[in-house]
C-alpha cells in the first residue's frame, strides 16, 4: 500500500539520454517545480535549468542523496544514473561503483525517508549467450559477460529484495536500445543507431562499429518515456515481475537503418568496421518477448522503424539549424 501520493519527485542522471526527456515529461504532468533534476557532471541543458530546479549529485555518495530526498520532501525517485555498457568494459571497477553503489543508496534512502515510488531501468543487457536469441523470454537464463549486464542482473535482483523485505515500491523496465536526438550518444553498444543519424545529417558517411547484419532490440525515445510513466501509473497489486519487466518495439539490422535514412538522405553511405562492441552485441538478443508487459499493465509501443527514423530526422535538422 502507497504511503502517500506523489507530488515530488527526483530524477537521476537528468543530463543523460532518457533523464533529460523524460524530466520534460515529468514536469507536464506534476509541475516544473515538483521534478528536481540531478546530474553529476554533464552540463545541464538550457532547457533542463530553466524549467525546473536542478541539483548536482553523485549518486554513489549517500549522504548526499539523503540530504537532497529530505530537502525536496521527494515522493518519488526515477533513478537513471549509470555507467553503459561499453564504457563500463573500459572502466570495469566505476561501473560496479556507480551502477551498484548508486542503486543501494537509491533504495536504502527511499526506505528510510518513506519515498512512495522508485523507477530503475534495466536493459537487455541481463541477457548472454545463455539465452535465447530471437523472442527471448521474460524469464530465462541471465549470465551476461559485461560488467554493465552484470550490474543489471544484480540490480534487478536488489530491487527484487527491496520489494519483498521492506515493501518498497519498485518498478523497473528492461530497456532495448534507445534512440533519440536529445542528446549524444553516451558510450553504450546500441548508440551506433544515434551516431549513424547525426553523421548522416553532417557529413552524409559514417562508419558503424557493428557489422551491417547486426540486429538488436531497438526502442525510440519517446516509446521509451511512454514505458516509463505507464509502468509507475500502473496498478500495483497486478504487477508480477517487480524484477524487470521486457520492454520491445521493434528490432532491425544496422544495414536495415542505412537503407532507411538513405530514403531521406540520398546521399548517405555507411560502411562497417566492427570494433570491441560487435562481441557484445552478439551476445544480445535480436527480438524481445514482451507479453507479460503487454498484459498487466498495457504497454503498447507507437513506433517502428520508419516513423522513428522519419521523425529523428527532422528533429536533428532542427536542432542543427538552431
Same mark, same amino acid.
Given at each position: 500500500?502507497? &504511503?502517500?501520493?506523489?507530488?515530488?519527485?527526483?530524477? !537521476?542522471?537528468?543530463?543523460?539520454?532518457?533523464?533529460? +526527456?523524460?524530466? @520534460?515529461?515529468?514536469?507536464?504532468?506534476?509541475?516544473?517545480?515538483?521534478?528536481?533534476?540531478?546530474?553529476?557532471?554533464?552540463?545541464?541543458? &538550457?532547457?533542463?535549468?530553466?524549467?525546473?530546479?536542478?541539483?548536482?549529485?553523485?549518486?554513489?555518495?549517500?549522504?548526499?542523496?539523503?540530504?537532497?530526498?529530505?530537502?525536496?520532501?521527494?515522493?518519488?525517485?526515477?533513478?537513471?544514473?549509470?555507467?553503459?555498457?561499453?564504457?563500463?568494459?573500459?572502466?570495469?571497477?566505476?561501473? %560496479?561503483?556507480?551502477?551498484?553503489?548508486?542503486?543501494?543508496?537509491?533504495?536504502?534512502?527511499?526506505?528510510?525517508?518513506?519515498?512512495?515510488?522508485?523507477?530503475?531501468?534495466?536493459?537487455?543487457?541481463?541477457?548472454?549467450?545463455?539465452?535465447?536469441?530471437?523472442? @527471448?523470454?521474460?524469464? !530465462?537464463?541471465?549470465?551476461?559477460?559485461?560488467?554493465?549486464?552484470?550490474?543489471?542482473?544484480?540490480?534487478?535482483?536488489?530491487?527484487?529484495?527491496?520489494? $519483498?523485505?521492506?515493501?518498497?515500491?519498485?518498478?523497473?523496465?528492461?530497456?532495448?536500445?534507445?534512440?533519440?536526438?536529445?542528446? #549524444?550518444?553516451?558510450?553504450?553498444?546500441?548508440?551506433? =543507431? @544515434?551516431?549513424?543519424?547525426?553523421?548522416?545529417?553532417?557529413? &552524409?558517411?559514417?562508419?558503424?562499429?557493428?557489422? +551491417?547484419?547486426?540486429?538488436?532490440?531497438?526502442?525510440?525515445?519517446?516509446?521509451?518515456? &511512454?514505458?516509463?510513466?505507464?509502468?509507475?501509473?500502473?496498478?500495483?497489486?497486478? $504487477?508480477?515481475?517487480? =524484477?524487470?519487466?521486457?520492454?520491445?518495439?521493434?528490432?532491425?539490422?544496422?544495414?536495415?537503418?542505412?537503407?532507411? *535514412?538513405?530514403?531521406?538522405?540520398?546521399?548517405?553511405?555507411?560502411?562497417?568496421?566492427?570494433?570491441?562492441?560487435?562481441? *557484445?552485441?552478439?551476445? %544480445? #538478443? *535480436?527480438? *524481445?518477448?514482451?507479453?507479460?508487459?503487454?498484459?498487466?499493465?498495457?504497454?503498447?509501443?507507437?513506433?517502428?522503424?520508419?516513423?522513428?527514423?522519419?521523425?529523428?530526422?527532422?528533429? $536533428?535538422?532542427?536542432?542543427?539549424?538552431?
Amino acid at each position: 500500500m502507497l &504511503k502517500r501520493t506523489v507530488k515530488k519527485v527526483l530524477v !537521476t542522471g537528468a543530463t543523460g539520454q532518457i533523464g533529460s +526527456e523524460l524530466v @520534460v515529461a515529468l514536469r507536464e504532468k506534476y509541475g516544473k517545480n515538483n521534478v528536481v533534476a540531478a546530474g553529476h557532471k554533464k552540463k545541464p541543458g &538550457k532547457e533542463l535549468l530553466e524549467s525546473g530546479p536542478f541539483e548536482y549529485l553523485d549518486v554513489t555518495k549517500e549522504e548526499s542523496f539523503q540530504s537532497t530526498v529530505k530537502e525536496y520532501e521527494v515522493d518519488a525517485v526515477y533513478h537513471l544514473a549509470s555507467l553503459l555498457s561499453a564504457a563500463g568494459e573500459e572502466n570495469p571497477q566505476l561501473a %560496479w561503483k556507480i551502477n551498484m553503489g548508486g542503486l543501494h543508496n537509491v533504495l536504502e534512502t527511499s526506505r528510510k525517508y518513506g519515498v512512495v515510488q522508485v523507477f530503475w531501468p534495466s536493459s537487455i543487457a541481463v541477457f548472454g549467450p545463455g539465452a535465447p536469441r530471437v523472442n @527471448v523470454p521474460q524469464n !530465462t537464463v541471465l549470465a551476461p559477460r559485461t560488467m554493465y549486464g552484470l550490474t543489471k542482473v544484480a540490480g534487478e535482483l536488489l530491487c527484487n529484495y527491496y520489494f $519483498l523485505k521492506f515493501g518498497l515500491d519498485v518498478r523497473s523496465a528492461r530497456y532495448p536500445g534507445v534512440v533519440s536526438s536529445e542528446t #549524444p550518444p553516451g558510450g553504450g553498444t546500441t548508440d551506433y =543507431a @544515434v551516431e549513424m543519424f547525426y553523421e548522416a545529417l553532417k557529413k &552524409k558517411r559514417y562508419t558503424c562499429f557493428v557489422r +551491417e547484419d547486426t540486429m538488436l532490440p531497438m526502442i525510440y525515445i519517446s516509446d521509451c518515456i &511512454k514505458a516509463a510513466l505507464d509502468l509507475m501509473a500502473a496498478d500495483s497489486s497486478k $504487477l508480477k515481475a517487480r =524484477a524487470s519487466y521486457n520492454v520491445a518495439a521493434m528490432s532491425f539490422s544496422a544495414g536495415a537503418l542505412a537503407a532507411e *535514412i538513405k530514403k531521406h538522405i540520398p546521399g548517405f553511405t555507411c560502411e562497417y568496421k566492427p570494433d570491441f562492441r560487435q562481441k *557484445i552485441a552478439d551476445s %544480445w #538478443p *535480436i527480438s *524481445i518477448d514482451d507479453s507479460l508487459a503487454r498484459r498487466e499493465w498495457g504497454w503498447t509501443p507507437t513506433y517502428d522503424l520508419a516513423a522513428m527514423t522519419k521523425d529523428m530526422i527532422t528533429k $536533428l535538422s532542427e536542432k542543427f539549424r538552431a
